[in-house]
Each structure stands twice: as C-alpha cells, then as structure tokens.
C-alpha cells in the first residue's frame, strides 16, 4: 500500500524558514516522480515543485530562489526546504506521487504570519 | 503557463440526477488532462486521467471527455458523496496547472 505522511509544518514569521517532510512507503521515491502542491486557506490547488525519476526538478515561478526540493533514497523521503518565507505562503502543502497525482498524503499547513 | 479554466464556479444538482463539468485550456494539453475530487477537509483524490481514463477504484459513473482544449468531466446518478469540489489539471508542460475548481453542490 501506498501512504504519504507529511511533517514539519507549523506557525513562522514572514523572512522565516520551514523544512517538510514526506516520508513514503509503498514505493521508492527514487525512481518516480514526486511533488509538492499547496492549498490556501479556501482556495485551490497550486503545484509548487516536482522531482522527476530522471533527477529533474521543475519549480512554479512564485517559490523559484525560495524553495528545494529534495530527497532521500535511503529514508524514502522528500523534502521541501522553504526559504524567505512570505504571508502567501500559507497553506497547506501535500506531497503526492507521480505526474499524474494518483497518490496524497494528508497534508501539513504552514502558516505565515507575524 | 497553460491557464485551465472551469465552468461552471458552482452546479446546483439535485441527487440522483447527472452533471457535467467543463474544463478548458488556454492552449493545447493534447489528452494529458486529469480530474480530481476533494471533499472537505481531505485531500484531493484522482478520478481521471489522460482526458477519460478511470483512475483505480473509480467507479463507471465518473467519465471525462474531450482533447486538445476542451474536456467535460460527467457523474451520472449523483449521490450525496459525490458533491464536492472537482479540479481539472493538465499535465502537459510545466508548470503543471490546475482549474480553479468546480463546487458541485446539492439542488
């Protein structure tokens, strides 16, 4: 069985960090394509990074200078490592599998605000 | 960036009866189109992929529809599950982009 299980979230200060974590079983993180997406409060999804099988890595405009993405094969782990952080940052962020998003964790909301 | 737009914002529909959602691209996605749902609180779920695909689990009931442009997700005898929000997303060309979502709610 597939299970996503996000980490890390929490209450930080607009200029603050956050790292996340996303720890993955059921699969190898290695070989496939895995994500972040985020969600404001009401409003809907945005993808903010992806990790292709091929070592790729494609970021939204609005996180690029911001935000890595990262991951580690030997903990089957993703990472998002969240820089600079601004107020419309806040949201909940899922990690989920594949190019198409066949699987979600549960998600961790961030919340940037002074 | 492809810019994926839903209509309609809300769908008032009474139980049992069928709706269709609509989703369109701002340029070319080819069929690599996918649907998902999100009841409130959880996490988005994948209903369908490459335009008309049912993802694993989903029932005949969810079809979508169309290429290129233009796609049409249709739930037939809706059921009180089943009123939620619906996002479009294309995944042809990063960024990968989403609708703003369609709220499918009880008539």
């Known amino acids: 069985e597939v299970l996503l299980v996000e980490s890390g979230g929490g209450l930080v200060q607009p200029g603050g960090s956050l790292r996340l974590s996303c720890a993955a079983s059921g699969f190898a993180v290695g070989g496939n394509y895995v994500n972040w997406v985020r969600q404001a409060p009401g409003k809907g999804l945005e993808w903010v990074s992806l990790f292709s099988p091929d070592d790729s890595i494609y970021y939204v405009d609005a996180v690029k200078g911001r935000f890595t993405i990262s991951r580690d094969n030997s903990r089957n782990t993703l990472y998002l490592q969240m820089n600079s952080l601004r107020v419309e940052d806040t949201a909940v962020y899922y990690c989920?599998?594949?190019?198409?998003?066949?699987?979600w964790g549960q998600g961790t909301l961030v919340t940037v605000s002074s | 960036e492809i810019v994926m737009t839903q209509s309609p914002a809300t769908l008032s529909v009474s139980p049992g009866e069928r709706a269709t959602l609509s989703c369109r691209a701002s340029q070319s996605v080819g069929s690599k189109l996918a649907w998902y749902l999100q009841r409130p609180g959880q996490a988005p779920r994948l209903l369908i992929y490459a335009g008309s695909t049912r993802a694993t689990d989903i029932p005949a009931k969810f079809s979508g529809g169309g290429s290129g442009t233009e796609f049409t997700l249709t739930i037939s005898s809706l059921q009180s599950e089943d009123f939620a929000v619906y996002y479009c997303?294309?995944?042809?060309?990063?960024?990968?982009?989403f609708g703003q979502g369609t709220k499918l709610e009880i008539k």
């Open positions: 997303q294309q995944y042809n060309k990063w960024p990968y982009t």
């Open positions: 989920a599998r594949g190019d198409i998003l066949t699987h």
